[in-house]
């Protein structure tokens, strides 16, 4: 006997025997089967709306992440221009107090000294 | 969207604000720290003036060698372009990144440099005053 056979008797033992169950049976079946089938609806609906509710919160917290990160670079650019600014200003008093006056530093030979190799 | 809006607040976030203010705004120690550029001080614009006000902070913090230095310089400093200001700066950072044993031939070359230009002012100054003897 194959598979096919098989399942093909086993289904119609199975009908026959539903034929021959009493009511009090087939009624806790038949209430089995809604529980369980209810059971699996909900199961689904939690899982689809599981599904629809992280979407939901990744979209509204892509947007915020993309707030935050706009918050972020903008900071950043803010605190590079502050501290950019701070860093001219130490520059100032380490070349009106250097070995060589500004002058120096503006010389027509300076480049070249800067970019010549060393001797 | 975002990298247009990124390009548009550049210019704002890069400009930096500095409030002019009148010589007799300052304060006593500022003003201590400025007196060589003071006779310029209300014709300098607020930028320049926020950024020497800067260099004042920081005059507070040296010793008196280093102040003397500042004062000597501030004045020749005050008055060059902002371009020749930016060029000193990024020099500077050039050289400060050198070995040092470079930094001081460099420095070394600048003294040459110097004197020689002296030598020659002062050989001019005298052909000068020959010429003009009767």
């Given at each position: 006997m194959n598979e096919q056979e098989f399942i093909?008797?086993?289904t119609r033992a199975l009908d026959e025997?539903?034929?021959?169950?009493?009511?009090?049976?087939?009624?806790?079946?038949?209430?089995?089967r809604r529980r369980a089938?209810?059971?699996r609806r909900h199961s689904d609906a939690g899982?689809?709306?599981?599904?629809?509710?992280?979407?939901?919160w990744f979209h509204h917290h892509t947007r915020m992440f993309w707030v935050v990160l706009l918050l972020a670079v903008l900071v950043g650019m803010a605190g590079y221009q502050?501290?950019?600014?701070?860093?001219?200003?130490?520059?100032?008093?380490?070349?009106?107090?250097?070995?060589?006056?500004?002058?120096?530093?503006i010389h027509g030979d300076m480049g070249s000294w800067l970019g010549s190799r060393e001797q | 969207?975002?990298?247009?809006?990124?390009?548009?607040?550049?210019?704002?976030?890069?400009a930096e604000s500095y409030t002019f203010h009148f010589w007799s705004e300052l304060t006593a120690e500022q003003q201590a720290a400025l007196?060589?550029?003071?006779?310029?001080w209300n014709n300098f614009p607020a930028t320049q003036q926020g950024r020497l006000l800067k260099v004042a902070k920081g005059y507070n913090k040296l010793n008196l060698d280093q102040r003397r230095r500042v004062h000597a310089r501030l004045q020749a400093w005050a008055r060059m372009t902002p371009e020749?200001?930016?060029?000193?700066r990024q020099n500077y950072k050039k050289l400060i990144e050198l070995p040092v044993r470079k930094q001081a031939q460099i420095k070394q070359h600048w003294i040459q440099v110097q004197s020689a230009d002296t030598a020659k002012a002062a050989a001019a100054v005298d052909e000068t005053a020959a010429d003009e003897t009767p």
């Open positions: 093909a008797k086993m025997g539903v034929g021959r169950l009493d009511v009090p049976t087939v009624d806790a079946l038949r209430a089995g089938l209810s059971a899982s689809v709306h599981g599904k629809v509710a992280v979407l939901d502050m501290f950019g600014s701070e860093e001219i200003e130490d520059v100032d008093i380490l070349l009106l107090t250097d070995d060589l006056p500004p002058q120096a530093y | 969207m975002l990298l247009w809006l990124l390009a548009m607040m550049q210019p704002a976030l890069a007196a060589p550029v003071a006779a310029d020749q200001r930016y060029v000193a």
